[in-house]
């Protein structure tokens, strides 16, 4: 007999959670939320066809479904394995998964150049926030990375290729939001490379979106690049009247002061673009790179940001405060000046004690 | 001397051109199945316990039942002659000496699968073998085999060549579909499955050309007399691809029943190993199967005679055991480096993983060059630790079985070879001039002999 809701029970990490016929294990996770949902470096939930790529959602099938309770024989990727009823799911649970995606951490760091100090995407960058959460702190590689020179495509978008993880999500930007695909992957295996074709740039209204969907620091704003870090920026929603046909006017300004330092789409927790009335709240070109005073925008108000990443800093909803405190570290001992260097090597001890100096140390401060 | 169904008639002068062909008895299937239901010929190829030839071994007759049937809609059958997988040969030698059985073989299953446009996927460097494949399929339309309502029957099947751009990825079998399609040989994350959503999002069939060819003798003789050949779940008849350190490397066809020891050293077949040297090491099936010691390859753990077929060289699982996988059997002799061996794989599969997903990618590049430094005596003892933490990590976490086929040899060859990859570490001097050699791994015959 049929049942009234024609919803299906899974559980994933000991919570069960009723969901729709069709659903993938990954999107069940994040109706859950917190610990229990795998990270996603190439899936995009607005991006059809994405996903399964990186490997970094592998979960454990404990049990397939109430009908088949049989484990899935490897780790499957949540991203693209419809739930079952009656499906048991392990995530952080599991033995095995944690241990494989350490080492999907390990593979797609291995030809990342790591250059986030200088790298535009740092503090926004889901590779970083993955290093972080599932990582190891050093590396087993000891051989030369792959390198690809720096190239622009088109006016506003510069690849830099030695960042790239090779999620595809540039590609089925270029395929699906673009009307005309110039954007691709060429050569194969560790070779492997997102590019244009031949020479031709990317000339297209909405090719700014790649920028948004890349986890990582390979596609920046040549409009932003080295303009500023995202951290010190101040991000509000604003929308505009945007002309364009196709694109929602709805976009996060990130300001320094009242200046307007770049705009981008409007994300969600998992760092996806947001939805407004049901279509994906993609913005043109003219919106991102070309509209940046504030007297274009009606701003709304301060974004709220609830991502984990440091792109949050100060900017938290809930804050947890390290339990930890710096007497506890120390064994009981009270901290001090870390920079006192006089009390560790006598050497130009003062005659006087330096926070009786009521200005900058000078020379004649110490003895001669 | 055993029984050939496939290569029988393949000495024949001119069986290449399809009046030979019909002399000898050709199309004869063809004309059976016509009067036979669809579902009948399936039912056919089940009883006949015929399994896939490409590698897996999956029932044939089982992947053909699992075919949906919506309303409507059109459905394919594709036979997969990207043979890539190194040390295979044997579907080369099928297609360019009798064409027509491959032909044959197709006309009957796209009649069973109900398939009106059916496709040969051929890797690009057997350029000269999509050539001959093309005359043939002219020759069936000139003869009514092939078009539209098919001898009298108001069947109708058209067969197209299509030739890859040699990538070893496109022989599996939904990159094979893409590539098909136009589109960048990448593989597809399943489910769904051909058998649901193949080619051009049409139910599909992807068929080795063996197992096609395999096809005609069962539906000549029935599917109960083709099963009583062969042994146990391995019936019928298997072509293998010998080459190697051996003295007669060729195609030959083996019903399931003899030893691994008399197909390498009896006359009939790989004739010994040249040069009075003894065997060290195989690969039996194909490069992405586990390398095997020679005491292991003659004889089970248990200490029977392992025979060539699925079930007996799949004995023991992958500690002691390997795969029959497509039948590209590679002897080693004493020799040969193991290491050097592995690099070259290793090599192999770094240059052709698609760089999809990320173990594949990433790890069969750091495998490759972690073997390069060992190879060039200037690995560590750690490097061999690292080499097998790292295939653990692929193996079964990528889309397609390329990272599996990539991680396998190491595994094996660190599994069993252990002693030979640190004797490298130790001499890194020494392993640039000389080769471990047997070691413990001494064939029990040559030395009894």
Redesign the interface.
């Known amino acids: 007999m049929e049942t009234v809701s024609n919803k299906i029970k899974v559980t994933i990490d000991n919570i069960t959670v009723e969901v729709d016929p069709g659903t993938t294990i990954l999107q069940a996770a994040r109706m859950i939320g917190g610990d229990v949902t795998p990270p996603a470096m190439c899936y995009y939930s607005k991006l059809q066809g994405s996903?399964?790529?990186?490997?970094t959602c592998?979960v454990e099938v404990a049990a397939g479904s109430a009908a088949d309770p049989r484990p899935m024989?490897?780790?499957v990727?949540s991203c693209?394995t419809g739930v079952m009823d009656g499906m048991v799911v392990k995530n952080i649970t599991s033995e095995k998964v944690p241990?494989?995606r350490a080492?999907?951490v390990?593979?797609?760091l291995?030809?990342h150049p790591l250059d986030c100090p200088i790298c535009d995407q740092a503090g926004e960058c889901h590779l970083q926030d993955l290093g972080y959460d599932h990582g190891k702190a050093g590396t087993?590689?000891e051989?030369s990375r792959r390198t690809f020179k720096r190239i622009d495509i088109g006016p506003y978008i510069q690849l830099h290729m030695n960042r790239c993880?090779?999620c595809?999500r540039c590609t089925y930007v270029a395929d699906q939001i673009t009307d005309s695909r110039s954007h691709?992957?060429i050569?194969?295996?560790?070779?492997?490379q997102i590019s244009t074709y031949i020479t031709k740039a990317i000339d297209n209204d909405f090719s700014g979106n790649m920028i948004d969907v890349c986890p990582v620091g390979a596609l920046t704003d040549k409009t932003f690049r080295f303009k500023n870090r995202v951290w010190f920026t101040k991000p509000v929603d604003a929308h505009r009247n945007c002309t364009t046909p196709g694109c929602c006017g709805k976009a996060t300004l990130w300001l320094r002061g009242d200046e307007v330092f770049r705009v981008t789409a409007r994300k969600d927790e998992w760092g996806e673009v947001q939805s407004f009335d049901g279509k994906t709240g993609w913005i043109c070109n003219t919106c991102r790179f070309e509209s940046k005073q504030t007297s274009q925008w009606t701003i709304e108000g301060v974004t709220t940001i609830s991502r984990h990443s440091v792109i949050g800093l100060n900017k938290y909803q809930t804050l947890n405060m390290p339990q930890e405190t710096v007497k506890k570290v120390m064994h009981g001992v009270e901290p001090k000046l870390l920079m006192d260097i006089h009390s560790v090597s006598g050497v130009n001890n003062p005659d006087i004690h330096l926070s009786e100096i009521d200005r900058p140390a000078h020379s004649s401060d110490f003895k001669k | 001397m055993s029984k050939k169904l496939l290569l029988n008639k393949a000495h024949v002068e001119g069986i290449r051109h399809f009046d030979v062909y019909r002399r000898e008895g050709g199309y004869a299937s063809i004309e059976k199945a016509l009067k036979m239901q669809p579902a009948d010929i399936v039912e056919e190829v089940k009883k006949s316990g015929l399994r896939g030839r490409g590698g897996a071994g999956f029932p044939t007759g089982m992947k053909w039942s699992f075919l949906a049937k919506p309303e409507g809609v059109p459905r394919y059958l594709v036979v997969n002659a990207d043979e890539s997988e190194p040390g295979t040969f044997k579907d080369r030698y099928l297609m360019e000496f009798i064409p027509h059985l491959l032909i044959e073989g197709m006309i009957v299953a796209s009649f069973a699968l109900g398939s009106n446009n059916s496709y040969i996927y051929i890797r690009g460097e057997y350029d000269w073998v999509a050539d001959i494949l093309e005359e043939a399929i002219k020759e069936a339309h000139q003869n009514g085999w092939l078009g539209k309502n098919i001898q009298g029957s108001g069947f109708d099947c058209n067969i197209f060549v299509q030739r890859g751009a040699g990538?070893y990825?496109c022989g599996e079998e939904t990159a094979l579909l893409e590539s098909l399609e136009g589109k960048?040989g990448n593989p597809r994350?399943k489910p769904p499955f051909p058998a649901v959503k193949g080619l051009w999002g049409c139910p599909t069939v992807v068929n080795n050309v063996e197992t096609i060819a395999a096809v005609v003798p069962i539906i000549n003789e029935g599917g109960d007399e083709y099963a009583k050949i062969g042994i146990g779940r391995s019936t019928g008849t298997k072509l293998i691809s010998a080459c190697g350190n051996i003295n007669k490397p060729g195609v030959y066809e083996i019903d399931m029943t003899i030893s691994v020891e008399e197909f390498i050293f009896s006359d009939e077949y790989c004739g010994g190993i040249p040069n009075g040297k003894r065997l060290k090491a195989c690969i039996p099936g194909g490069s992405s199967v586990p390398i095997v010691p020679a005491n292991l390859l003659l004889t089970t753990a248990k200490g029977e005679k392992r025979l060539m077929n699925y079930e007996s060289l799949s004995d023991g699982g992958f500690a002691t055991g390997t795969m029959m996988g497509s039948g590209g059997f590679i002897v080693l002799d004493e020799d040969q480096c193991i290491v050097k061996h592995t690099y070259t794989l290793a090599r192999f599969y770094?240059?052709?993983?698609?760089?999809?997903?990320?173990?594949c990618?990433?790890?069969?590049?750091?495998m490759e060059?972690i073997l390069q430094k060992i190879e060039t005596g200037k690995g560590e003892m750690k490097d061999i630790d690292?080499l097998w933490d790292i295939q653990r990590?692929i193996e079964?976490?990528?889309?397609c079985p390329l990272g599996d086929a990539a991680a396998w040899p190491v595994a094996a060859a660190i599994r069993h070879f252990r002693d030979e990859f640190e004797w490298h570490v130790k001499n890194p001097e020494k392993c640039l001039t000389q080769n471990y050699g047997l070691a413990n791994y001494a064939d029990p015959i040559q030395v009894a002999g």
Not at chain 1, 51 to 55: A, F, L, N, P, V
Not at chain 2, 351 to 357: D, K
């Open positions: 996903g399964g790529k990186c490997r592998l024989p490897k780790l990727a693209r241990d494989a080492g999907v390990e593979f797609l291995l030809n087993r590689y051989f993880i090779l595809y691709g992957v050569d194969r295996g560790d070779h492997a | 990538a990825i960048r994350i770094r240059h052709e993983s698609c760089g999809q997903c990320s173990p990618r990433e790890g069969t590049g750091w060059k690292l990590r079964g976490n990528t889309i």
